[in-house]
């Protein structure tokens, strides 16, 4: 190919960034910095990939980056249309069963006050996707957490029986919509997202508002006429207090203890950052989170090694905050050499280690749908984590049991005069319940292991 380290990279990025340029003339080079900004930090934001090659790297150019440039084609609506906003806004009044959906657009976008707004005139119930997490506070009465594959069973069973969906900036992914073709079909559904692309890619929808999250909605606010949801309101507060989030306390420590045991020291206000896998399902469902943009995760990109560098990064531009990355034993030796960077830079970070000797969740998808098959999922070769944390001279803790998790934990949030990694040894065969299998519908859920063989997945991994 005649390249050194090198290919045809932009051809290569095109399916994965938002836009990419390839600048052959060095003079270009201002006018296609200040349009890959522009282009990364409007509408839906996204990676721009600028690829330049050596000899425009090397030449030497008049540094003007004032220039204006024309993006033809490229434009964002961020007023919704008002004929959309009516339509929606009478659906809602009218709707007995209805619930917010809130994803990443809503936290992109700063839609917190108005979503809260909406939430108390209209008393209306509250769930968010994996990254919607933190944009409506969870402490509130009226949220009921994550829905989906590894969702709470009340969010799932308020899906069920709902009349009307809204989604805001929520993309209707496949481990919330499982079968798509027949997703809550007893209910109407709105969807507000500032891209285009997304209305009825996934799950057709009664009503659409494209444009910015918080400014539709400051619109609709003023077209809602409070209807009739003590009924429902009532049924959300029931399934809440009959199928809470539950693990088992005796025997072994469980890795949904320590996290929990983590977010009750936090008090909700830690920026938390987590890797794939199970560990990132139990930070999700036990982890609570009362501000927009402290809960880091890659979501849909699935990206193990994530957690610990996200959290280098929230840690430098945070520093006076606690920051807390969830990782598991598999995903953070994917990116643990990031540890000297957090030494030399004196970063407080709380590496909150699930260690179970496991790749986890490909392990429970092999015991619950493949027999117990088991394989590629063993880590028996892991290291010392707390010898590992002493040789890049970084603290260390260990916790085995579950009477000393509070104790340890304090232990690790005193410690500020660099990162520490918390070693939880927890339970190897634990399994993350809540669990809709792939492709499934909702009403599928399961809330323990059944005794019977279950089918293989329809749905992808």
Known sequence: MGYISGGRCLRYSYPIVKHSFLVKDPKELPSVINQAFHIANTGRPGPVIVDLPKDVTSALIDVDTSGEFTLPGYSIRKEGSLESIKEAASMISSAEKPILMVGHGAVI???????????????IPVINTLLGKGCFPESHDLNLGMPGMHGTAYANMALCDCDLIVSIGARWDDRIAGSPSDFQPQAKKIHIDIDPVEINKTVQVDCSIIGDAK??????????????????????????????????????????????????????????????????????????????????????????????PAAI???????????????????????????????????????????????GMVRQWQHMFYDNRLSGVDLEGNPDFVKL?????????????????????????????????????????????????????????????????????????
């Open 109 to 123: 976008s700063g839609a917190t006050q108005e979503i809260k707004a909406i939430v108390e005139k209209m008393q």
């Open 389 to 461: 944390a002493g040789a890049y001279g970084c603290k260390g803790f260990r916790v085995k049991r579950s009477a000393d998790v509070r104790k340890v934990l304090g232990a690790a949030l005193a410690y500020n005069d660099g990162p520490c990694i918390i070693d939880a040894e927890v339970e190897k065969y634990d399994n993350v319940f809540p669990m809709v299998p792939s492709g499934a519908s909702l009403d599928k859920m399961l809330l323990s292991m059944p005794r019977k063989k279950l089918e293989k997945p329809k749905g992808g991994t």
């Open 313 to 359: 990064g929230a840690q430098m531009a945070n520093p006076g905050k606690i920051v807390v990355a969830v990782v598991g034993d598999g995903g953070f030796q994917m990116t643990l050499p990031e540890l000297s960077t957090a030494v030399n830079e004196k970063l407080p970070i709380k590496i909150l280690l699930i260690n179970n000797n496991y790749l």
């Open 215 to 308: 400014s539709v909605l400051n619109s609709l606010y003023g077209f809602l006429e409070k209807g009739n949801t003590q009924r429902w309101v009532k049924q959300i507060r029931r399934l809440k207090r009959e199928y809470p989030l539950k693990y088992k306390k005796e025997g072994k420590l469980r890795a949904q203890h320590v996290i929990e045991e983590m977010s009750r020291l936090t008090e909700g206000n830690a920026i938390v950052t987590t890797d794939v896998g199970q560990h990132q399902m139990w930070a999700a469902q036990f982890f609570k989170t009362e501000h927009t943009r402290h809960f880091l995760s890659s979501g849909g990109a699935g990206t193990m090694g994530f957690g610990f």
